[in-house]
C-alpha cells in the first residue's frame, strides 16, 4: 500500500458530543440552569426553518423558567449521558474511539456562572467521565463553551454583552484546567464563534428584544468579549497545563459561486471571507483589515479595553478544529431556491443529493475545506463534527444504514486525499457518535449516531442503545486507520 493514502499513525478517530445535548440531568447535582434548558421543542415548526427553532424572547424564557419539567425542553433530559455515561464510553471504545470530544456544562460547575467557587459535585462528575475515558485510552477534546451558559449570566448581562462575563468565564475555565489537568491536553475554547450572528442567545446568551436598537452592534460587542476571553483562557491553559493544546471551533461554511458570473463570484468571495474572519483572529491574533473596514463604514465601534489588542495578539491557538456538513452556493439574482444547512440557508446546488433535513451532501467540500484551511493557516487541523441527521428504522432489533456508511466513506476519501497532499490532519471526530438531542431542532428522530437510542421526540422510550450496521463499519476504519477504505 502506498504510505502517502494512510492517515498518521496517531491519528485521533472517534466522536463529539456537547453536554447539554447527551447529559441531561437538568436539575441535579447542584446543576444551575443554562440556555440550553429553555430551548423548546416545536413539532409544528418546518425543520427546515432554523430562524423559528433558534426564535427566543424574554417571555418564552420567563415561561420556561416556570415550568419544573422538560416535557417541552428535550435538552433537560438529553439521552441520560449522566447516569449512564460508563455504558457509552464502553460502547465507544468496543468501536475503537481514540478520541472522545465533549463539553463541560459551565452551569454545572458554576450555577448561575458568578460563584467563587466551584460545584464540587459536578467537578466530581466529569472527573469521573475523564477517569472512565482513561481506563480505555480514549484522549478527550474538551470545549469550554458548546451552546451552554449559564442562563443567569443571560439573564444579568444579556449573556457575553457585558464585559464582566470574561471574568466570570476565565475563572470557570481556570478551575477546569487545574482539576482536569491529569486527564485533558487538548482544549477547544467557544465551538462555532461563527455562530453568534445565526443565533445570539444560544452561542452568546443574548435575548434579542433586550437589545438595544443596533443589534448588529450589540453582537459584534459580545463577538470581541469571546475573542478575548478566549485568548486569556488559552494563555492560562498554556500556563497550567505544560504542552496543552488549544484550538478554535469555526463552523466551516464553504460557499461556491453559483455560475461563473463576476457578481455571483464577487458575493462567494465575500461570503468565504467572512466565515474565516472568527478563525483569522484567533489564529493571527488580530481583526482583518476588511472586518475593520466594514465597522468604519456601517458605523459600528467595538469598545475595547487598551491591552484588549495585544491580548489578541500574544495569545493565539495551536490548532484550528471545525465543523463541516455541507457546502452552500451564492448567487446575485434574486428568487433563487434555497436550501437548508447548518442553521443556515443557501442557494441550493443541482448537482448535490440532500438528507431529510434538506442539508446538501458534499464530501468533496471537505477536501476542499481542508485544503483551504491549511494554506491559509499552516497549523495542524482537526475535523471535529461531520455526520448526516437521518430517519432510521429498527426493524427486528437492528439498523439497517446503508445511507449513513455511504456518507461517511465518501467524506472519508477526501480526507485520505487531502492528507495525501500534504494537509496535517490529526483527528476526526464525528457528529454524533450515539443519536443525541438535535442542537437546532431539539428533535431526537434527526439522529446522527453509529448507536441508536430508543426516545422519541417527546422523550418516550426506553433509553435502550442499539447498535446500528455503521457501528460496525466505524469500528473496522479506526481498526485499519483507514485502509479498509
Known sequence: MNNEHVFPENFLWGGALAANQVEGAWNQGGKGLSVADVAVYKKDVDVKDYAAHAAITSASVEQAMQDPSDTHYPKRRGIDFYHRYAEDIALFAEMGFKALRISIAWSRLFPTGEEQEANE???????????????HHIEPIVTLSHYEMPLALSLKYNGWVERTVIDHFVRFSRVCFERFKPYVKYWLTFNEIDSIFRHPFTTAGI??????????????????????????????????IPGSQVGCMLTKLTTYPHTCHPQDVEKTLIKNLMNLFYSDVQVFGEYPALVQKQWQKESIHIEMQPHDLDILKAHTVDFISFSYYMSLTESASDGMEMAAGNTILGVKNPYLPSTDWGWQIDPVGLKVSLLELYDRYKKPLMIVENGMGAKDEVVDGKIHDPYRIDYFKAHFEQMKAAVALGVDLIGYTSWGPIDLVSAGTSQMSKRYGFIYVDQDDEGHGTLERIRKDSF??????????????
Open 121 to 135: 459535585e459536578g467537578v466530581q462528575f466529569y472527573i469521573r467521565v475523564f477517569e472512565e475515558l482513561k481506563k
Open 207 to 240: 435575548i434579542p428584544d433586550r437589545c438595544p436598537e443596533n443589534q448588529q452592534q450589540t453582537i459584534y460587542q459580545a463577538l470581541h468579549h469571546q475573542f478575548v476571553a478566549s485568548a486569556l483562557v488559552t494563555r492560562d491553559c498554556h500556563d497550567i
Open 472 to 485: 460496525y463499519w466505524y469500528q473496522d476504519i479506526i481498526k485499519t486507520n483507514g485502509a479498509s477504505l
